[in-house]
């Protein structure tokens, strides 16, 4: 699975510790070297935890269905949705959470209904929108489980 970004690994490092291999990819090498150290001290035999470097917003290394599952959480754009959605095999899933609408931060929100027309080629399994009543556009928080569609 593949976490991006994943910040200081609180969902990398649980999922890790489940057995399960993870990537854990971030802009910030210290958040980065903060995931590995807390890894080694959680689990230091297991080797399913893996540290990347990468810029969310730039294509990023990984092979075309990669991934049984992508995990986005707190974290808002429309190129890091196109970026990872090839990255899920068929039948993988993406787990998609937009940060709240805290302060000023709504401004970067996405429209009602935006977020799943970015994801064509998936069945979106449960999808909650939160209109964000202080905003001046019609954009919303948004929580999203899709599953890749299995090619034809």
Not at 45 to 70: H, K, M, W
Request: some cysteine; proline content about 5%.
């Amino acid at each position: 699975m593949l976490d991006v970004p994943s910040g200081f690994g609180r969902h990398s490092l649980f999922l890790a510790a489940q057995g399960n291999r993870v990537v854990a990819a971030d802009i910030d090498q210290h958040r980065l070297d903060q995931s590995m150290a807390s890894w080694r001290t959680l689990m230091p035999t297991q080797g399913n935890f893996q540290p990347v470097l990468v810029d969310a917003e730039q294509s990023l290394p990984f092979s075309r269905d990669a991934f049984d599952l992508v995990l986005v959480v707190h974290y808002v754009s429309d190129k890091i949705i196109e970026a990872v959605c090839p990255l899920i095999c068929a039948g993988g899933f993406l787990i998609y959470e937009t940060f709240g609408a805290h302060g000023l931060n709504w401004r970067n929100l996405p429209i009602a209904g935006q977020t799943a027309k970015r994801v064509s080629e998936f069945e979106v399994l449960d999808l909650r929108e939160k209109p964000v009543r202080t905003a001046a556009e019609d954009v919303v928080t948004v929580k999203m489980l899709a599953r890749k569609l299995r090619a034809a």
